[in-house]
């Protein structure tokens, strides 16, 4: 099995910024409520024109730049998302004949704010196997489009987005050196985005009902991701061989600082080593981890041998996690 790592990575934000001040106009809420609740300070949305494939597109573009690799080499897109272009076709399609990645096949995933690890973790299969060399991932949403905008219990939350990584062989003992994937379909009630889909089609009744945006048991969801996430990042560093003491960083899926703080808690690894971009972005869903990820790399916080944990949880009710040891040094040749 060859190793596989992330040789480019590239996000994208749309320009307009949404403070705590706006949301205020909005619902009955306050700055002062949603930073300590939530650390989240402003976020970012999507013009009403800009679908996800458009923010998709835009993060592949620069991540394809950074790996140094043409839209003609990527033999497979994989687009993380719960809020497509469409129910069909898949967003992943729009953005690879976008992008001009004509030799590559092209699916959506769908796991939630998990979305990104679960597409990872798939990339890293098919490159392993041999059957692929070249694997574009991307994490991407426009959560603005699902919002209840009378909701404050969830509307504050929500912010609009893409991160892309584009996978490659590397060389041994370098990349990906374990993942955690799981699954709980019984929560899946606790956040959930009920109509448009088989159960309740759309209807004129199930948009009168606000069906088709963001439902959501808060602190269920929170009870749940403070325990699973604490979890997960113990499990994959034990299967990867590894002791909290070698991370070098840590990316947790960017919900809620209170969240992060008590998982960084749970792993027992100094806060320093963690990152947190959820005060400018707000949760970001599948996009939140690769935003996160291609910050951190940008800001030089990954050297060449750091270990690396990204951990996240989601909608269905999901989870995942994945050990690597940092290095963007494909290796092609065979
Ligand atoms: N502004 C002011 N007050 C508010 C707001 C608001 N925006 N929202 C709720 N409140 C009120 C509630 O009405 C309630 O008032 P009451 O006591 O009079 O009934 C009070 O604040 C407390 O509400 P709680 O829901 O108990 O607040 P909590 O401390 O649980 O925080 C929050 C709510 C932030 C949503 C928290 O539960 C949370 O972060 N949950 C997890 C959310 C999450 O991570 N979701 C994941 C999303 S998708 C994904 O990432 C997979």
Same mark, same amino acid.
């Given at each position: !099995?060859?190793?596989?790592? @992330? ?10 910024? =949404?403070?705590?001040?706006? /949301? ?14 939530? %650390?989240?300070? $402003? ?32 033999? =497979? ?37 998990? %979305? ?10 098919? @490159? ?21 905008? $009378?909701?404050? *219990?969830?509307?504050? =939350? ?8 584009? #996978? ?8 990906? /050196? ?37 439902? !959501? $048991? %808060?602190?269920?969801?929170?009870? &749940? ?12 560093? $034990?299967?990867?061989? =590894? ?19 008590? *998982?960084?808690?749970? #792993?027992?690894? *100094? ?21 996160? #990820? ?18 996240? &949880? ?9 050990? #690597? ?6 290796? !092609?040749?065979?």
């Amino acid at each position: !099995m060859r190793n596989v790592g @992330i040789v480019g990575t590239g996000s994208y934000v749309p320009d307009k910024v =949404l403070t705590n001040a706006d /949301l205020e106009k909005l619902v009955d809420t306050n700055d002062e409520w949603i930073i300590t609740r939530t %650390g989240i300070k $402003e976020r970012h949305m999507a013009p009403a024109d800009m679908p996800v494939s458009e923010l998709c597109y835009q993060a592949a573009l620069k991540a394809l730049e950074d790996a140094k690799v043409g839209p003609e080499e990527v033999d =497979l897109v994989i687009v993380a998302t719960v809020t497509g272009d469409h129910a069909f076709p898949s967003t992943s399609c729009i953005v690879a004949d976008r992008l001009g990645a004509k030799n590559a096949a092209a699916f959506d995933l769908q796991a939630g704010c998990t %979305g990104f690890i679960y597409g990872v973790a798939t990339a890293n299969q098919f @490159i392993a196997a041999g059957m692929y060399k070249t694997v574009l991932v991307i994490g991407g949403e426009t959560l603005s489009k699902i919002i209840n905008w $009378e909701d404050r *219990s969830t509307c504050i =939350l929500f912010g609009d987005g893409a991160g892309a990584a584009v #996978l490659q062989p590397v060389e041994e003992g370098y990349g990906f /050196l374990s993942f955690e994937l799981g699954s709980d379909g019984s929560g899946g009630k606790l956040l959930t985005q009920p109509a448009g889909g088989s159960r309740y089609p759309a209807s004129q009744d199930t948009v009168e009902k606000n069906l088709h945006t963001i439902q !959501m $048991e %808060g602190k269920e969801v929170y009870k &749940f991701a403070v325990k699973i996430m604490g979890d997960v990042s113990v499990n994959v560093l $034990e299967k990867a061989g =590894l002791s909290k003491e070698k991370v070098d960083l840590l990316i947790p899926h960017q919900a809620n600082i209170r969240i992060v703080e008590a *998982s960084v808690k749970r #792993l027992g690894i *100094s806060p320093d080593k963690v990152v947190v971009n959820l005060d400018r972005y707000g949760n970001m869903s599948a996009a939140s981890i690769p935003v996160a #990820l291609d910050e951190a790399i940008r800001a030089g916080r990954l050297r060449e041998g750091d270990i690396m944990v990204m951990v996240g &949880f989601g909608a269905g009710l999901t989870w995942g996690a994945c050990v #690597l040891k940092w290095t963007k040094v494909g290796k !092609m040749h065979d």
